[in-house]
């Protein structure tokens, strides 16, 4: 339902965009940042693995200014999970090991977060969507009535969508060949047997159902002395 949205379209541009990154298919955000793959060849590519990363809301509350504005705060990270082959396809492995290098890489992305988002355009809309989202949940848990106007101050445009989603590559396969002689020695059987495959799947799940939004907590702060003005959106959401 959420195909042809500006919401679909900032959560979709988002997991593609953190697949990229943690794939090494751009420059990562944060200097010294790795990709999962960097990490895996420090590892030695020895196993086979499959594990998901997605986004999640950590935290989220709705705070009320000293001149009662609603504003939603909410922290943000990525988590992983290892994943195993079963009768049904992939699902998460009962335990994920903690040096696993997709965990790694969450764990780095999630401790700069705030950064990211303000040099990823695309992370930065997400977090705006996550807030809508707390806000949206406090006004539905708390009773609030509001008037039909407040569901039209957005003008309704058709967002440009195709239901044809691209083919992001999420394998990468290792191996190591001999070569003697000019030839690669025995090449059919180690082209089977020693490759070595890492996979990374993904989505978004912020998880706001997992909060209770209905009582709000004041903060010593005015908004009415600088309004934030919201901006246009970016031309393009992966700068």
């Known amino acids: 339902w959420l195909a042809g949205t500006s919401v679909g379209e900032v959560m979709f541009q988002a997991d593609y965009h953190l697949k990229e990154l943690s794939m090494g298919e751009h420059s990562q955000p944060i200097l010294g940042m790795r990709s999962c793959f960097e990490l895996a060849r420090e590892e030695g590519c020895q196993e086979d693995w499959s594990a998901r990363e997605w986004f999640v ?36 492995a009962p335990l ?12 780095d992305f ?3 977060f705030d950064l990211i988002a303000e040099r990823k355009s ?6 705006e969507v996550a807030k809508a989202s707390a806000l949206a949940k406090f006004l539905l848990e708390s009773g609030t009535r509001v008037e039909d106007s407040w569901f039209h101050v957005a003008e309704g445009s058709e967002v440009p969508c195709c239901l ?4 992001l ?19 059919e059987r180690k082209s089977k047997d020693m490759a070595k495959r890492h996979g990374v799947y993904g989505g978004i799940d912020f998880g706001i159902d997992r909060f209770r939004l209905a009582a709000p907590s004041r903060v010593a702060t005015a908004m009415s002395v600088g309004r934030i003005a919201l901006g246009a959106p970016a031309s393009t959401l992966m700068a």
């Not at 994920?96 to 764990?107: I, M, N, Q």
């Open 57 to 92: 809301v950590r935290k989220a509350e709705i705070h009320v200014s000293e001149d009662d504005v609603l504003v939603p705060f909410v922290k943000m990270g990525v988590e992983a999970r290892e994943q195993i082959l079963t009768n049904d396809g992939l699902e998460d």
């Open 96 to 107: 994920t090991r903690f040096d696993h290098p997709l965990v790694k890489y969450a764990e």
């Open 122 to 127: 695309v992370v930065h809309q997400l977090r």
């Open 164 to 167: 044809e989603v691209p083919q």
């Open 169 to 187: 590559w999420h394998d990468r396969y290792y191996s190591q060949v001999q070569v003697l002689g000019g030839e690669v020695v025995d090449a």
């Open 110 to 112: 999630t401790r700069n």
